[in-house]
């Protein structure tokens, strides 16, 4: 953990989330076209919010106190929908996003719910092994540079990340993924499913 | 029926992108393999240059860094009471923890304020002179107020604490704090002192658990590693409990060099683990928190790395915290609430193997509809036994008694075996 880093690593990661927000909410107002003035227009607000005090702490403290260690696979999803809704410029494909939220689905449940299973191994102390973490966290990137995935630049980012102590946390696990990509990942695939399901239906 | 709007961006066909947006082509087979080797050598260089800690089981683990005095055990029959908290100090004290200081002196620890999880409860720390056997009077060392400005982030009350040195005389307080909700909120901080509890460095958050980092508690003093980690027994309860075993690993400034915590995950329902190093191991007893009240103990044959599942033993337990030491003699001491429901008394026990069975020792406390409970056991360098715990919730009492006195009141001293 880099005491100077996290708290302006994280308030960067929290601007973006609502920056992403406010532009999501302007395409479903206005349409999916968006001026570049709207954006940065969006951006400011995104980063006047997260200073607005609450309380008399900042609102991005509050955050802080919560969700203190976003993951970088979730940032990469924020950055590539910022770069889509505001600039017009798809950084991953589709089948990057989807493959991207089966991994937060996947990860999330496994790192999440194992505990309740009986017999089940501790698998988050296994981020505090250096060899583990960093083998896992190398081996994704690798794995999805190796597919040919931009998801890959991800994952080496989360690695670099990891070796700067950009997170509070000095678990590996927490730079790979974290509750809120977990929870984003489920709604997408429910979602997706969802939509499937009414498709289905309405042929038949 | 209208399609779903994908608010996400996440969907193949979401209809809220931007219709100038192409698609990136896959990566090139020069990119893939330039990703696939700059992301080796970014892992082989964070892993070089990571520090260096201890891992895996201990090879020794003791219960104290401050040895015993060289001095032959207390023969005659010492009991004596005193008060660590002055009457009226605050309308609530509770869950004190004690720790010898590396000068011998016994040091507590413990919060205090209007109710529990007011928003001025503080932790207060004092020290006792053993050759007046008074108290200082209590210092405050941490509240809401210095917890905020120490991790950064809102805070609405602190916790259970506990305090104790480590090989390098550096003083360790590991604290409770909870943002939003209840003691299922909780998280852990740590912070140090270099003169002995005068000055503290600025506290920091332990990220430990996967979920928000939510929900870990502590209660009991820890053990020491021979190679300088630092065994903390916590324990997690949101949604499920289980006890769990934090390493930390301490810096000679102070800093903490790196942490990692092991969850002992099976059974559920025990929580407060309270820790004793055994001649091949170490022995865990534990609070019940869920139907059978009973107290449950778990053993570790590597040095309380791994441990045995807990199982519920032969005394009672209210859903209350005890705590134990190994005596000068070889025995356990134990001091919980003996009663399956209610603090109404607090009583010592002994086990003369490792807690498979224990022989119920004298009542320390006892009035119906009072609560006396949390109790802290230590022995000082002497041989003397301390015992500190919260007194009708009002005020943390101290006694101390000798080994001779603990068998006159539990009916003569055990058969050797």
Request: glycine share 10%.
């Amino acid at each position: 953990m880099n005491t100077v880093i996290v708290p302006w690593f994280h308030g960067a990661a929290v601007a973006a989330i609502v920056w992403w927000f406010l532009l999501r909410l302007s395409a479903w107002q206005r349409g999916p076209q968006i001026d570049l003035r709207v954006t940065i227009v969006a951006g400011v607000a995104a980063a006047a919010l997260c200073l607005a005090p609450v309380g008399g702490v900042p609102w991005m403290r509050w955050v802080f106190g919560i969700w203190t260690n976003p993951s970088l696979p979730l940032l990469g999803w924020v950055a590539a929908g910022i770069a889509r809704q505001g600039f017009g410029r798809a950084l991953i494909s589709e089948t990057e996003r989807r493959s991207l939220a089966l991994f937060g689905a996947v990860a999330g449940t496994g790192l999440y719910l194992h505990s309740f299973l009986p017999g089940a191994p501790d698998l988050y102390a296994f981020g505090w092994d250096g060899r583990v973490a960093l083998g896992g966290l190398g081996l994704l990137a690798v794995g999805y540079f190796g597919r040919g995935s931009r998801l890959g630049i991800f994952f080496l980012l989360a690695l670099i990340a990891f070796g700067g102590g950009a997170l509070e946390s000095t678990n590996a696990w927490d730079y790979a993924v974290d509750p809120v990509f977990w929870f984003a990942s489920l709604a997408v695939l429910v979602k997706q499913a969802v939509r499937r399901f009414g498709a289905r239906r309405s042929v038949a | 029926m209208p399609p779903l709007r994908d608010t996400t961006g996440l969907a193949p066909d979401a209809p809220a992108a931007p219709m100038d947006a192409p698609s990136p082509a896959p990566l090139r087979r020069g990119v893939r393999v330039a990703g696939i080797v700059i992301a080796l050598l970014t892992a082989i260089g964070v892993a070089s240059q990571s520090p260096s800690l201890p891992r895996g089981a201990p090879t020794q683990i003791t219960a104290s860094i401050v040895p015993p005095a060289p001095v032959p055990a207390e023969r005659g029959a010492v009991f004596r009471e005193s008060w660590v908290s002055p009457a009226g100090f605050t309308a609530s004290a509770h869950s004190s923890v004690t720790c010898v200081l590396p000068d011998g002196r016994l040091m507590v620890v413990w919060f205090g304020g209007s109710r529990e999880g007011a928003a001025d409860v503080a932790l207060f720390t004092a020290t006792l002179d053993a050759t007046t056997g008074t108290w200082s009077p209590p210092a405050k060392i941490m509240d809401r107020e210095q917890a905020q400005r120490d991790l950064g982030r809102p805070i609405r009350k602190v916790g259970n604490a506990v305090i104790f040195p480590d090989r390098d005389g550096t003083l360790w307080l590991v604290y409770v704090t909870v943002t939003v909700g209840g003691w299922s909120g909780s998280a852990l901080n740590v912070a140090s002192s270099r003169d002995l509890g005068r000055t503290w460095t600025t506290g920091r958050r332990l990220t430990v658990n996967p979920f928000f980092n939510l929900s870990s508690l502590v209660r009991n003093k820890p053990v020491y590693a021979a190679d300088g980690r630092i065994g903390l027994p916590v324990y997690f309860e949101m949604a499920t409990t289980y006890a769990q075993m934090l390493w930390l690993a301490p810096m000679a400034d102070g800093r903490v060099a790196g942490f990692e915590m092991h969850s002992l995950l099976d059974p559920k329902g025990v929580i407060q683990p309270a820790v004793v190093p055994t001649a091949t191991g170490a022995v865990m007893a534990l609070r019940d928190h869920g139907p059978q009240r009973r107290l449950h103990t778990a053993q570790s044959d590597d040095h309380a790395w791994t441990w045995s599942a807990p199982v519920a033993g032969e005394l009672p337990n209210p859903d209350a915290a005890a705590d134990m030491i190994r005596l000068r003699d070889g025995r356990l001491l134990l001091a919980y609430n003996h009663a399956a429901a209610g603090r109404a008394n607090l009583r010592l026990a002994t086990s003369s193997d490792d807690g498979r069975t224990w022989r119920p020792g004298p009542m320390v406390e006892e009035e119906a509809g009072r609560e006396f409970s949390y109790p802290s056991l230590i022995e000082d360098p002497r041989g003397r036994v301390h015992l500190t715990y919260t007194w009708k919730r009002e005020r943390i009492k101290h006694v101390e008694f000798t080994a001779v006195w603990l068998d006159e009141k539990s009916g003569g001293a055990p058969a050797q075996p």
